[in-house]
């Protein structure tokens, strides 16, 4: 099973504000990870699945939350990133795609076979940090680049990595 991790980070390695949400608005991007995540497993946070809310039209929201109250809609609740890998598994899933937040990258990282990168080419203002990867244990294997334009007003680059082998 591919465990994949989607992200967008800032320059300065900024995913979001503290307040929830995503410091900048770009179409091309949200085009993307909708893209990428149809009919896919997503696993969340309980905080990103409630600011998502609404958005799970094609995919299987998997939260993570202690809270055996909580409920998930069209989904799962999960207690680790090992449950949520072992429901994966169970049902036969060929992908799931870890969606955020910083504590839930962070987690999953030793899980993650790919990680599905927006490089946002701007400083921005940010409270919520991408968690440090090392790096140097990935290798990038595709890199499209795209410039600002009217709709999205920050440069940008789709990465994807996969493990050195």
């Known amino acids: ?8 980070v800032s320059e300065n390695g ?40 609404g958005w799970f039209s094609d995919q299987t929201p998997v939260v993570l939350s202690r809270s055996d109250q909580f409920e998930v809609p069209g989904g799962y609740r999960v207690e680790t990133i090992e449950a949520a890998v072992a ?15 910083a504590t839930i990258y962070e987690l999953s990282l030793p899980f993650v076979n790919k990680i599905v990168l927006t490089r946002i080419h701007a400083k921005v203002d940010g409270e919520i940090f991408f968690p440090d990867v090392p790096w140097e244990q990935w290798q990038l294997v595709e890199s499209i680049q795209y410039p600002n334009d009217d709709e999205n007003p920050y440069n940008m680059s789709m990465e994807v990595f996969v493990p050195n082998r």
């Open 1 to 8: 099973m591919t465990i994949s991790l989607i992200a967008a």
């Open 87 to 101: 429901l994966a598994q169970d049902h036969h899933v060929p992908e799931m795609v870890v969606s955020g937040g």
């Open 14 to 53: 900024v995913i979001g504000t503290g307040n929830g949400g995503i410091p900048w608005d770009m179409p091309r991007d949200k085009a993307h990870f909708r893209n990428y995540t149809v009919g896919k497993w997503m696993l969340l946070g309980r905080k990103t699945f409630l600011e998502m809310e």
